[in-house]
């Protein structure tokens, strides 16, 4: 028989798609989210993964074993392989780094940490398929199978919308699948939905977001090895609501706290000391309920200049450092690291930044001098006008890591941006990879942003030609589904519907 492979080599070339076997030369082999940097597999000899397999697990950490264990009984109940802690003679380098080799001599799995541990579960579980041949599931196998893989960044993290709009359920399916296509943080932007209980006037009636279910997500993720950092837009965007809409969460029901917003409620009021008290209140408790993550990230896009009588008191950027800065002390003070968005600290009008994102004013460009520089910039370029572009260089990002603030590189549906940024920003020794997704996490844009920036983030590339049923995804939502025990056929597929559901009542 023909060996059937596929290898990436270090660079995540492709070096062959997939061959199929003598007998049938139209089969093809499966691959798991993100593709592994180093990644063979022979489907034609499969290996058992069932009660009668022991999965080696060779880790410094005691508790990995056990983690696996775990996980593999609620994954495949009675059915699921035993787990062994092994001696570690040859563990691979790197602290998120994995291993696995799967054939006639078992299962071995190899790691650091738990944290690579989990990544090489997740490999594993998305290649597990049932035996086949019996009406209903009796075990497992996976096939023949050598994996060397470790992340490109550190810091990998999708950013999540919770508008109103959007299920809960379809938040904790997005928590739990960039868990596990291997991001590590998930940025939570509440959109009006946070329940706060000191300050119940900012949000939407009815909220979603509560704080039992926060909590229940932070553990979740914590399980899951990805960490939720919750966001509150502390400068710009105060309507938490689209600028397109001209919603706002709190004005258009609640008129009584005017005061804290500037005129028409895009912008917060910064010189009114009860919007830094107020947010300081809404970052402790967000920050509480969220276990204590090491970052919190304070928005400040797309602002707008003053113009109520206190703000126009004080030259504009003095007023946006004091309060970005205020609340970024207030941010450490509590063991966390500020984040904000990058546009308001370029100039609009410097060529410099021709055909990047950048919105700020002269004034606002200052900052970039004066912010602290433990405050970690997130760089959104999203090659508007032309989602196709491929670009091999970010000088933004090269900017603010030469002012000396660490810069994540922000991409959004951008598919063939994603990688060479993701190793620009690797090449300039920046902080990280933040795939962001608004109101797009749903349908075919969905797949493509969590393929793509996972395999960014990871350093590897999507192979071309991905047809419309993904199988590789296919697998990862079902995973998903399966662990929330979902009963809801809203809750199922990347759409709620697959027809829209005033089909049926008129045309
Ligand atoms: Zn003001």
Request: glycine share 8%; with cysteine; aromatic share 12%.
């Amino acid at each position: 028989m023909k060996k059937i492979a596929l290898c990436l080599g270090l660079a995540g070339t492709l070096a062959a798609a997939f061959a199929g076997n003598e007998a049938n030369p139209d089969a093809v082999e499966l691959a798991p989210l993100p593709m592994p940097m180093e990644f063979s597999r022979d489907m034609d000899r499969p290996v058992a993964f069932d009660a009668s397999a022991t999965i080696a697990v060779e880790c410094p950490d005691a508790g990995a074993a056990a983690w696996l264990t775990r996980h593999f009984a609620d994954w495949y109940g009675s059915q699921a392989p035993k787990v062994a802690a092994a001696a570690g003679a040859d563990l691979p380098g790197g602290e998120e780094a994995y291993s696995i080799a799967a054939g006639t001599s078992g299962v071995k799995v190899a790691a650091n940490t738990l944290a690579g541990v989990r990544w090489a579960a997740y490999t594993l579980r998305q290649l597990a398929i049932a035996k086949r041949g019996t009406f209903r599931t009796e075990g497992r196998i996976l096939p023949t199978l050598k994996v060397a893989d470790r992340p490109h960044l550190a810091f990998r993290a999708v950013h999540l919308c919770w508008f109103p709009e959007v299920r809960p359920q379809q938040m904790e399916r997005a928590i739990r699948l960039a868990a596990l296509l291997k991001f590590n943080y998930a940025i939570i932007e509440p959109w009006g939905m946070y329940a706060s209980a000191k300050h119940p006037w900012w949000h939407w009636p009815n909220p979603t977001m509560t704080k039992e279910e926060v909590r229940r997500l932070v553990a979740i993720g914590r399980d899951l090895g990805i960490t939720l950092v919750p966001q509150i837009n502390a400068y710009g965007h105060a309507t938490s609501s689209r600028s397109c809409t001209m919603k706002h969460a709190m004005l258009d029901l609640q008129p009584a706290y005017e005061p804290l917003f500037e005129p028409g409620g895009w912008n917060w009021c910064l010189s009114n000391p009860e919007t830094q008290r107020v947010l300081r209140e809404l970052i402790a408790e967000m920050h509480d309920d969220f276990g204590h993550p090491p970052f919190f990230h304070l928005g400040c896009d797309e602002a707008q200049p003053p113009s109520c009588p206190e703000c126009r008191k004080s030259p504009y950027a003095e007023l946006v450092c004091r309060h970005i800065t205020g609340l970024a002390d207030f941010v450490k003070a509590r063991g966390a690291r500020a984040m904000i968005w990058h546009d308001m600290l370029l100039e609009r009008g410097d060529p410099r930044w021709k055909g990047y994102v950048h919105h700020g004013t002269k004034t606002t460009a200052a900052l970039a001098d004066t912010l602290p520089k433990d405050v970690i910039i997130c760089d959104w370029q999203y090659s508007y006008g032309n989602m196709k572009e491929v670009r091999k260089e970010w000088p933004t990002m090269a900017y603010f890591k030469e002012k000396g603030f660490p810069v994540a590189g922000c991409p959004w549906m951008n598919y063939n941006a994603m990688k060479p940024m993701a190793d620009y920003v690797a090449k300039i020794g920046g902080f990280g990879f933040i795939e962001t997704t608004w109101h797009h996490l749903r349908g075919w844009d969905w797949v493509q942003m969590y393929r793509y920036g996972s395999a960014a983030a990871w350093g590897t590339s999507v192979p071309p030609g991905t047809p419309m049923y993904d199988t590789s995804f296919a697998i990862a939502l079902r995973l998903v589904g399966q662990d929330m025990k979902t009963t809801d056929y809203l809750d199922t597929g990347h759409l709620n519907n697959q027809v829209p559901p005033g089909w049926w009542v008129d045309n």
